[in-house]
């Protein structure tokens, strides 16, 4: 699972820059260090110069953002160069935007009209082009004003900043919203600061601001994300790329697929709402020593209390809707689910037959480059663990079984690693892993998160920081 190079992906979105106070010349050259608790993941710049553009006096804004994170023995690494042209009034005229995911390389470029944006997109599939509108009334301008440091609402007043997703090949908006003023201190004196919120949900950045304009943290709390100001040479330095999907612990479980019993100790875990309890395990969060010790008792579903379908019960229609990423209102999902489940009734067998056909049907792979989406991951027949828990719960709700994900650490060679599989009501919620074989889920699964695709970034707050205690087993 990698949800945490995935998440700072939000950051070429939301990223803000020092220096406000604008003048003719807008030339700028700014650094942020990117951290992950007390770990350097990468860096982000931007940088502002005087250019042309068809004959014309342009501003050249390019922002960079370059990540690194070893997720258990494998680097997943990011590099991302934004290119836009901006006319005097910092509306783009041009742009160029070039991505390499784990060494797949997309380039988007884009030409700007008053009412509409020209895109062609290459990726190692081929070429594409698209004709993005820009709706009325969009002003694509205040998102790079904000960056260069042009003055943003007052204290309890708020902007929509949007512009165009490269991914997306879309127009997306977040609202800008300037929350309130503190003091702070900051390099060793006491300064008063701007509060800005940018965006909503796990990918929301919270921009501290000096009131002469130099940022001094954005951080994205949902991700556990913090940026702060560095010099060049710092932001270089070749330090990011730390282990952060293995959790050592004081000693191995033998055995571990059979584990029915499990009585651990997370230490670093300051978040409460980590803390899960439910009919599976049980959690004591102690907040003197940020620590939560989990006892989980996997048992075996008795397929004769299983509930018949299609399961149709009001507080859990949630989870039989389609959803980001679950998309089980898709034709080839529902034909596929139809195929699998055929004619079984019980909802516990069902779900058995639909993990056991993801488990042995799509290809293990580590390709950042499938999307977190079922459909797609239907399509390519390849994906992680993420992948799989996301095609079967599509598959799941399809069936009408009320599914959602479930996201935190597995024990498995020698480690408890990151982790993603689902949860199905069947008469009661049980576990079910489809990237494993078997239906039994052992006791060495330990929940941190539960829900749709947008609840398992996160699991991304404590990662690089959990240390495990084995305190019993059997």
Request: hydrophobic share 40%; with cysteine.
């Amino acid at each position: 699972m990698r949800p945490v190079a995935v998440a700072l992906i939000a950051l070429i979105l939301l990223c803000g820059a020092p220096g406000w106070g604008a003048t003719k010349d807008l030339s700028m050259d700014a650094w942020m260090g990117v951290y992950i608790g007390p770990n350097k993941v990468g860096y982000q710049r931007i940088s502002v110069e005087k250019d042309k553009f068809e004959g014309k006096d342009v501003y050249r804004m390019c922002e960079v953002i370059k990540s690194g994170i070893r997720i258990q023995g494998r680097m997943a690494s990011l590099e991302s160069t934004s290119t836009l042209y901006l006319d005097s009034t910092l509306k783009p005229l041009s742009g160029v935007y070039e991505r390499i995911d784990d060494g797949v390389a997309t380039r988007t470029e884009a030409r700007f009209l008053p009412d509409r944006i020209e895109c062609k997109k290459t990726t190692r599939g081929g070429t594409a082009t698209r004709t993005v509108v820009i709706p009325p009334g969009t002003d694509l301008s205040l998102r790079p004003a904000y960056q260069i440091g042009l003055p943003v609402p007052a204290v309890g007043e708020s902007r929509m900043l949007s512009w165009l997703d490269p991914s997306l090949l879309a127009i997306v908006s977040e609202q800008l919203r300037v929350v309130e003023r503190k003091e702070v201190t900051f390099r060793g004196s006491k300064r008063s600061a701007l509060v800005i919120h940018l965006g909503k949900g796990a990918s929301e950045m919270i921009d501290w601001r000096l009131e002469g304009g130099e940022i001094i943290r954005p951080e994205v709390p949902g991700l556990g994300i913090v940026m702060t100001p560095v010099s060049s040479q710092d932001a270089l330095a070749d330090t990011y790329g730390p282990e952060l999907g293995i959790v050592t612990t004081n000693k191995p479980i033998p055995d571990p697929r059979h584990a029915n019993d499990l009585t651990v100790r997370l230490t670093g875990v300051s978040d409460r709402g980590l803390a899960k309890s439910d009919s599976r395990q049980s959690a004591r969060f102690n907040a003197k020593d940020n620590s939560v010790t989990y006892r989980i008792r996997a048992r075996a579903f008795d397929a004769a209390k299983s509930a018949k379908l299609p399961i149709k019960r009001k507080d859990l229609a949630a989870y039989t809707k389609p959803g980001k990423g679950i998309e089980s209102d898709d034709a080839e999902i529902i034909s596929q689910a139809r195929s699998i489940v055929g004619g079984e009734t019980s909802a516990y067998r069902a779900a058995c037959k639909l993990r056991a056909w993801v488990q042995a049907n799509l290809k293990p792979s580590d390709d950042s480059a499938t999307p977190l989406s079922a459909a797609a991951v239907l399509r390519q027949r390849t994906g992680c663990c993420r992948h799989n828990a996301v095609l079967y719960a599509a598959l799941a709700r399809a069936a009408g079984i009320p599914t959602r994900l479930a996201a935190g650490l597995v024990y498995d060679e020698g480690a408890f690693r990151f982790h993603v599989w689902a949860e199905s009501w069947v008469g009661q919620w049980v576990a079910l892993d489809p990237t494993y074989p078997g239906d039994f889920v052992d006791a060495t699964r330990i929940k941190l998160v539960d829900g749709g695709v947008e609840e398992l970034a996160a699991v991304a707050r404590v990662a690089g920081r959990l240390r495990a205690e084995v305190v019993s087993f059997e």
